[in-house]
T-cell receptor, first 113, second 112 residues
């Protein structure tokens, strides 16, 4: 049962703390996306990778957000320091250039208090 | 600027009737358009797509129509069922970068 796995599912943290969200893409998928769901913007694209190389991270606040792919089975999104306005659901998705659709994980619900 | 727009935040439809969800786009460099369905506390799941060279694609109760001259697409669900109640996202794939741009979603409620 191929699926995108995200951890943790829920995270509550205090303002100023570092937060790391993890994503395991579907085996064989060479493109990984990070999205953030907000009420006003819907699903915002934060960053994406192809073959582990970052292609576009223009959607991320550069001063506090960073995204990496240490290997083909792991993508990370880090926020340091976190702020209350970062509270949202963060989704990872993976796909290939051969397929039409991308597949989403269950999301990480982040609450910064 | 929002390249993919869903102007209706919500829609209510009676069970058995047709649901029509709309989406507009501004970029002509999209090669595929997709619809995703999202239930609470779950990730979006792919529903149906259409190539930019087609004007219609049908899959069971779901049909997507594409009007390129108007830069508009719509998703028709017929007959609508209570289990279709969810948030529906329209998305477009950029033909050069293969990244997906999403709309803000439409919450569909199918009334029994």
């Amino acid at each position: 049962d191929a699926r995108v796995t995200q951890t943790p599912r829920d995270k509550v943290t205090e303002m100023g703390q570092e937060v790391t969200m993890r994503c395991q893409p579907i085996l064989g998928h060479n493109t990984v996306f990070w999205y953030r769901q907000t009420m006003m913007q819907g699903l915002e694209l934060l960053a994406y990778f192809r073959n582990r190389a970052p292609l576009d991270d223009s959607g991320m606040p550069k001063d506090r957000f960073s995204a990496e792919m240490p290997d083909a089975t792991l993508a990370t999104l880090k926020i340091q320091p976190s702020e209350p306005r970062d509270s949202a659901v963060y989704f990872c998705a993976s796909g290939t250039t051969l397929n039409t659709e991308a597949f989403f994980g269950q999301g990480t619900r982040l609450t910064v208090v | 600027d929002q390249q993919v727009k869903q102007n209706s935040p919500s829609l209510s439809v009676q069970e058995g009737r047709i649901s029509i969800l709309n989406c507009d786009y501004t970029n002509s460099m999209f090669d595929y358009f997709l619809w995703y369905k999202k239930y609470p506390a779950e990730g979006p799941t792919f529903l149906i797509s259409i190539s930019s060279i087609k004007d219609k694609n049908e899959d069971g109760r779901f049909t997507v129509f594409l009007n390129k001259s108007a830069k508009h697409l719509s998703l028709h669900i017929v007959p609508s069922q209570p289990g279709d109640s969810a948030v529906y996202f329209c998305a477009a794939r950029d033909s050069g970068t293969y990244k997906y741009i999403f709309g803000t979603g439409t919450r569909l409620k199918v009334l029994a």
